[in-house]
Structures are given as C-alpha cells and as structure tokens.
C-alpha cells in the first residue's frame, strides 16, 4: 500500500489540499470488514465521506446509511415514494414542479441491488488496502488540476461531467465514476452542501484507483510550471499594471 499512500501524499503537498484524499472501498456480500474499523451510525455517505477526509477510517452499511437518496443510489433499499414521485424535492425547496424532480431520479445512475453490502471510508494517504475509488473534495481550483491530469492521461480527449445537481457526492463522485470507470466532477448538490462541512467554494470529484498513479504523475509535471505561473496571475498583473499607466 505504500505507492498508494505515497500518491495521496503528493498530491495533497502539490495542491495544498486541505484534507486527505478519500479512498473508497464497495464490498460485496460475503466481503469481509476489515477489523478495527470504526462503524459508523446514522450517517450520509457524504457525511462518512467528510469524516474520512478529515483523518477516520469509517464502515457504512445500508441500515445505518440515513440518507434514502444514496440508500437507493447503493442498492440498499428501493426509493421512497416522495423522492420517486419528485414531490420530495418539491417540498425540499429544489424544484418547483414534482415531474422535474422524479425526472432526476429516474436518471440517477445506481447500483444494482445486492451488489454492494457496506462501504469502507478512509484517510487515503493511510491506506492499508487498494480502493476502489479515490474521492477528493477541496477548493475548485485544486480540483481543476487533478482533471487536467486526468484529462493528460486520457490522451487528451475531452472529459465528461455528469450530474443532476443532487447526490454529487454518492453518485457523481462514487457510483458514476465506479460503473463507468472514469474521472466525474460536478459543482456540489444541496445534500452536501447542507449536511457536511463542504465550503462555498469546494466541490468534489471522484475517479477510480487505477487513475491516480498518472494523475499523479502528470500533477509533478504541471507543478513545475503551470501551477505556479497561473497561480501567480501573471497576466492578471500585467494588465493592472497596464490600467495604471
């Protein structure tokens, strides 16, 4: 586990991050926990997610998951009839028409059910087991650098950001990233943004674990002039100088 946490370290030393990367483990039924670990009561999973940030290595299972958004975006439990009807949303202040919001979640991505009986959350630069995802939540534009490298490692193709604005934490950053395997960001959702002690100015992306070893790589590349150069506003001075003359 050593590469792992190694890379987590970097790129929280090359971006400043201002917690750990979060490294996700699914486990199927029949997987077992591993000892030791704290279990986790009535919790979110963007709440265990900012636990985990924030230094816990935490295990979530689907009876003690309280949120039912991401209970049923796991495969836990079916969805309750106010969100699959949309007028959940309706009565959250989200959505003014209840179509709208059983429209978003008749497109939210989920697992199937069964597939995945609890979820290991923890510290990533103290791994001691691979995830299967590695989830990161910090100012935008730190974030924007681990897309960039992602974006180099992906050959230079354009990259895909899916959400509904709703469940940017369990779904665009966990669930879409593991069934497509793929880099997805988002802007946040009002779910984290309520629950958890996200900042204004954070947001979160999640890729899988095969990812970090060239995101990482590619983040030294770009810490050795592009990060200092466009955090430094060259240009930004260059024109305040020219508004003074």
């Excluded at 955090?231 to 508004?243: G, N, V």
């Amino acid at each position: 586990m050593e590469p792992i946490r190694k890379a987590a370290k970097r790129m929280m030393d090359i971006l400043g991050l201002d917690g750990s990367p979060v490294g996700v483990r699914l486990l199927g039924v029949g997987v077992p926990p591993p000892g030791g670990v704290e279990k986790l009561q009535q919790h979110r999973y963007c709440q265990a997610l900012m636990r985990a940030r924030r230094g816990r290595h935490v295990l979530l299972d689907g009876e003690q998951l309280a949120c039912p958004a991401a209970a049923a975006a796991f495969g836990f439990r079916p969805l309750t009839e106010a969100l699959r009807s949309g007028k959940g949303l309706v009565g959250f202040g989200i959505v003014s028409d209840p179509a709208v919001g059983r429209t978003m979640f008749e497109g939210m991505p989920r697992l199937e059910p069964g597939r995945v009986s609890l979820l290991h959350l923890y510290p990533l630069d103290e791994a001691r087991e691979a995830p299967d995802l590695v989830v990161v939540e910090d100012e935008a534009e730190k974030l924007m650098w681990i897309a960039l490298a992602a974006l180099h490692a992906a050959k230079g193709r354009r990259l895909r950001g899916s959400t509904a604005v709703l469940q940017a934490v369990c779904v665009d950053s966990t669930i879409i990233p593991f069934l497509e395997d793929r880099l997805n960001f988002g802007l946040g959702c009002y779910g984290c943004r309520e629950a958890t002690d996200i900042a204004a100015g954070e947001t979160v992306v999640g890729f899988p674990e095969r990812l970090l070893p060239p995101i990482v790589e590619h983040l030294e590349f770009l810490a050795k002039r592009a990060m200092p150069n466009c955090r430094q506003k060259k240009a930004l001075h260059m024109l305040e100088r020219r508004d003074t003359v």
